[in-house]
């Protein structure tokens, strides 16, 4: 295991107590750890301390925000993919900054205007290019003093962003498949980088798919911070926003007032928990 001493921030290999291997106790990345440094740049975990949070994907603990990173193109931007990641991250208690990148390949603006109007009301947005080197100066100031964790599908430009933060840092990148327009998943674990201007920042192998994992039914509206900010203005106090009559949210659809692909999400969000749950298939009606 790679111990960076806070101090210093010299790395440390140290190896495990047999009582951690006993136990299956594994620190993961973001873990704080008590430890004794012996010869060299060696040393042994004496304790892990009590984890502020945890991210189950990307693993990693102890972050203060997430950048989600998306491409407009080549990946294609999937809602569904951020609705979901933004689920798990609201779960987990831990903020959000969404960045679209590969500003530079696109060529209509109404496809982002969109995603603003989608998210830009209750998540902070940043437009990048490592192409043409937009919006690097606003993505270090959201990085700077803190510890993040980049996250997104594979190709979208995790490493590239970051290599162009700190060219020294040189992480290795690929082009995505042309015939798939898939990236090839290059970056194969999560490892958190310090950078000269100040913040520690985690590359992270990209997804392809998340999975809704532990999250209940009824409790998906909770991270939906659209919903929860309307919350008490529907009939029944536990509306779920779905077939109940008297829902605030369904006039606020009807309005123009609440994006209707967010809300069809959250009901492909709620089939597929219950698709999970069953371990079978089954039609929302
Ligand atoms: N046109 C354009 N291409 C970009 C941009 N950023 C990254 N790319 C390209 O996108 C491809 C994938 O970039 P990576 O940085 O490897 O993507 P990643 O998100 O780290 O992918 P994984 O490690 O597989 O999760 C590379 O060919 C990059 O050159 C951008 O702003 N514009
Ligand atoms: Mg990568
Ligand atoms: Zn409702």
């Known amino acids: 295991m790679l111990v960076r001493d806070e101090e210093s921030e010299d790395l440390f290999l140290c190896s495990m107590p047999g009582k951690f291997k006993l136990q299956k106790i594994r620190p993961i990345v973001g873990d704080l750890v008590e430890y004794t ?55 987990a208690g831990i903020d959000t900054i969404i960045v679209f990148n590969k500003v530079d390949l696109l060529d209509d603006h109404r496809e982002l205007d969109r995603l603003m109007e989608m998210y830009g009301d209750y998540y902070k947005i940043i437009l990048t290019s490592t192409k043409k080197e937009i919006g690097l100066d606003q993505l270090k100031d959201v990085f700077k003093n803190k510890t993040s964790t980049l996250a997104g599908m594979s190709g979208v430009g995790k490493s590239s962003l970051l290599n162009k933060l700190d060219p020294k840092i040189g992480l290795k990148v690929a082009e995505i498949s042309s015939r798939l327009e898939r990236g090839k998943h290059t970056t194969t674990h999560v490892e958190l980088l310090s950078f000269k201007f100040g913040g520690l920042i985690a590359d992270t192998p990209g997804f392809s798919n998340l999975y809704l994992g532990n999250i209940a039914q009824d409790e998906l509206k909770n991270y939906y911070r659209d919903m929860k900010s309307n919350e008490g203005y529907c009939a029944f106090s536990d509306c779920l926003h779905l ?11 009807e309005s123009g007032d609440f994006c209707p692909e967010r809300y069809e999400n959250y009901k492909k969000m709620y089939l597929e928990i219950e698709e999970n749950f069953r371990g079978g298939k089954a039609q929302w009606q």
């Open 243 to 253: 077939e109940e009559p008297g829902c605030y949210i369904k006039e606020l659809i």
């Open 37 to 91: 440094p012996s010869h060299g740049k060696t040393g042994r975990i004496e304790n892990i301390l009590p984890q502020k949070n945890l991210l189950k994907r990307p693993r990693i603990s102890n972050i203060d925000q997430i950048v989600l990173v998306n491409s407009l193109v080549k990946p294609k931007v999937s809602t569904y993919v951020i609705d979901k990641f933004l689920v798990l991250s609201e779960k």
